[in-house]
């Protein structure tokens, strides 16, 4: 993360405090164990105390899964910041991959090792799960708000849901590849994703 000088101090020292929990965690967490290392000892080791932690992080999962969190919330500014011209399907795909594109340097790699360590912990995979359905939740109010449709209107609580299936698809494949191609090659995946979606759903058994 690029620190913005153009941001308060006060602001900036957050930021840094935040990111220093999030990479600490991350590090203490692959090496011994997301359950086996407590809060304590992660506050201890960045040296600040709990209430401080819990000003940047509502709970220990939460500062395990920074980088998952980092992508949504590109993607969720993105699409609040967008014009829609066309499919919305291909709106919510473009502004997921460039919110993805965007990203700082060294993303990747933590967003590789955050997905190595979810796999480990099904309390991880639980609030990976939760924090997926709030943001499909913030889309379709986002969408209903554009569109001006009924938010209880099904085709945005699907279209919101192919969204996050075709990241996870997508990026599924890109860590199993250990990340192979770079980000470059993950959003590839992703734009393929959302290519098979009209094919898949005329695919019938007779094909």
Do not use: N
Request: proline letters at 3%.
């Amino acid at each position: 993360m690029t620190e913005d000088r153009s941001l308060p101090l006060r602001e900036r020292k957050r930021l840094r405090t935040r990111r220093a929990l999030a990479d600490t965690a991350l590090r203490m967490f692959s090496e011994k164990g997301f359950e086996a290392t407590t809060l304590d000892e992660l506050v201890d080791a960045v040296e600040v105390s709990k209430s401080t932690f819990f000003r940047a992080f509502p709970a220990k999962e939460a500062v395990a899964i920074e980088a998952e969190a980092e992508l949504w919330s590109a993607y969720l500014a993105a699409l609040r910041e967008r014009r829609f011209s066309g499919l919305v399907l291909g709106e919510l795909r473009d502004a997921l991959a460039g919110a993805a594109a965007a990203l700082g340097p060294g993303w990747d790699e933590r967003y590789l090792a955050t997905r190595r360590l979810v796999l480990t912990a099904p309390a991880l995979l639980a609030y990976v799960e939760h924090h997926r359905t709030g943001v499909e939740r913030e889309v379709v109010a986002c969408l209903a708000a554009k569109l001006g449709l009924d938010p209880d209107d099904l085709r945005l609580h699907v279209l919101a849901e192919l969204t996050t299936t075709a990241w996870s698809v997508s990026g599924r494949d890109w860590v199993r590849r250990d990340g192979e191609g770079g980000r470059a090659a993950l959003i590839r995946r992703l734009e393929g994703a959302f290519q098979a979606v009209p094919a898949a759903l005329h695919l019938s058994a007779g094909d």
